[in-house]
């Protein structure tokens, strides 16, 4: 399931998204202020970040 189907002409940044005018009450509704969830964001890439590159260097290790 790592098809990506294209919905759209270009995938918005996180930045766009906090701008949009739909984002506040659903923000607020989670009890988050922008800059909580832009640094939640961040955080959650980090460590998908760090897992894949933890995954990958696993697999280079393993005889096979």
């Given at each position: ?32 202020e ?21 995954i ?9």
């Open positions: 399931m790592d098809e990506h189907v294209e919905c759209c002409r270009y995938e918005p940044s996180l930045e766009d998204l906090l701008a949009d005018d739909v984002m506040e009450p659903v923000l607020r509704s989670a009890g988050l922008p800059q909580e969830f832009r640094d939640m964001m961040v955080e959650t890439a980090r460590r998908i970040e760090d897992r894949e590159r933890r990958a260097s696993t697999e280079q290790v393993e005889p096979e």
